[in-house]
């Protein structure tokens, strides 16, 4: 039972992934190569994986929970940076110049 949810789970994410990532729209962002065959990669991975899946050749057993943990993840963030992949690797810009440590220096 688990390993079918598991498993259920996996396409469901994997499916995301490859959604969010084939409908991404660059607009004004920049081109980077690397970034595109990244994209590519995983959107090939997450596809092979729900082809495998809905062939029946793939299922996950109950020991593949954290793995499943870590796609979860992956996936939130992936559709969090809109399928920007760069915007999935790069932390969240700070934009902190440390003017107010200066500041506090000076008085």
């Known amino acids: 039972m688990a390993s079918v949810l598991l ?9 995301v992934i490859f959604v969010r990532l084939f409908t991404y729209n660059r607009g004004d962002a920049r ?8 994209a ?5 991975c997450a596809g092979v994986t729900v082809i495998h899946i809905l062939m029946g050749t793939l299922r996950l057993p109950v020991q593949a929970w954290p793995l499943v943990m870590l ?3 992956f996936a939130w ?11 999935v690797l790069r932390p ?3 934009a902190w110049s440390g003017g107010e440590r200066r500041r ?3 008085e």
């Open 7 to 15: 498993t259920k789970l996996t396409l469901l994410l994997c499916a």
């Open 92 to 94: 969240e810009a700070v």
């Open 40 to 44: 590519t990669l995983v959107m090939g």
């Open 104 to 106: 506090a220096g000076r």
């Open 31 to 38: 081109f980077r190569r690397g970034m595109s065959c990244l």
């Open 71 to 73: 796609l979860v993840v």
């Open 77 to 87: 963030a992936v559709v969090r940076a809109g399928g920007n992949m760069a915007g």
